[in-house]
């Protein structure tokens, strides 16, 4: 079984730039969760998707939105990019909405914002 | 707020030595935690889990973790230590979404 892909795997963009990030789960999985790491604050939860609905968010600004999918691939967009804003996006897929369910993490997007 | 915590930021053992990793939760509600690691270059991956039942739950390659009420603990543990477990370890939990502790890297020292 194919495990969780993000697209693309790095990426550089300036501030005021916006950058779409992109994630497929494993196969039959419907929740889409998306984690931001970095050396100082660690993982942070984002927000999750399940059946095409936001059902979780985290205290992040309005520039930080996703969506899914039908098929429950998940975009992440963030706007106006911050140099904050530099860090690996991890995408993390389960059966069910919630924690309760093992997520399977992808390999992460690494976003640099010059 | 739920939060979850890691006091040691790094530690560093030789090989057979043991492993006891501190894992602290402040939230109420629905306990679930989990252990995951992250191997350098890959992804992260759990190790163990803890929703309900037997306090003491065994995970993969040897890792075992105590979940303990009364202390707000889920330390991870494992009786000797091979250098393969060079990695970063993560504690978790939530009971709406995860909160993930800021991590313990973990040298084994051949």
């Known amino acids: 079984k194919a495990g969780v892909t993000q697209t693309p795997r790095y990426l550089i963009k300036t501030r005021g730039q916006q950058v779409t990030l992109s994630c497929s789960p494993i196969?039959?999985?419907?929740?889409v969760s998306w984690y931001q790491q970095t050396p100082g604050q660690g993982l942070q939860f984002l927000f999750e998707?399940?059946?095409?609905?936001?059902?979780n968010k985290g205290n992040f600004p309005g520039r930080f939105s996703g969506r899914q999918f039908s098929n429950s691939r998940s975009e992440m967009n963030v706007s106006t990019l911050e140099l904050g804003d530099s860090a690996l996006y991890l995408c993390?897929?389960?059966?069910?909405?919630?924690?309760?369910?093992?997520?399977?993490f992808g390999p992460g997007t690494r976003l640099t914002v010059l | 707020a739920q939060s979850v915590s890691q006091h040691n930021h790094h530690v560093i053992l030789s090989e057979a030595a043991s492993l006891e990793l501190g894992c602290n939760y402040s939230?109420?509600?629905?306990?679930?935690l989990f252990w995951y690691v992250q191997y350098p270059g890959q992804h992260l991956q759990l190790l163990l889990k803890?929703?309900?039942?037997?306090?003491l739950v065994k995970g993969i390659k040897g890792f075992e973790a105590e979940f303990i009420k009364s202390k707000f603990s889920f330390n991870l543990r494992k009786p000797s230590v091979q250098w393969s477990d060079t990695a970063e370890y993560f504690c978790?939990?939530?009971?709406?979404?995860?909160?993930f502790g800021t991590g313990t890297r973990l040298t084994v020292i051949p």
């Open positions: 993390a897929s389960s059966h069910q909405q919630g924690p309760t369910d093992t997520q399977y």
């Open positions: 196969s039959g999985h419907r929740s």
């Open positions: 998707y399940f059946s095409e609905t936001q059902r």
């Open positions: 939230y109420g509600g629905t306990v679930n």
């Open positions: 803890y929703f309900s039942g037997d306090p």
């Open positions: 978790a939990g939530g009971a709406n979404n995860l909160f």
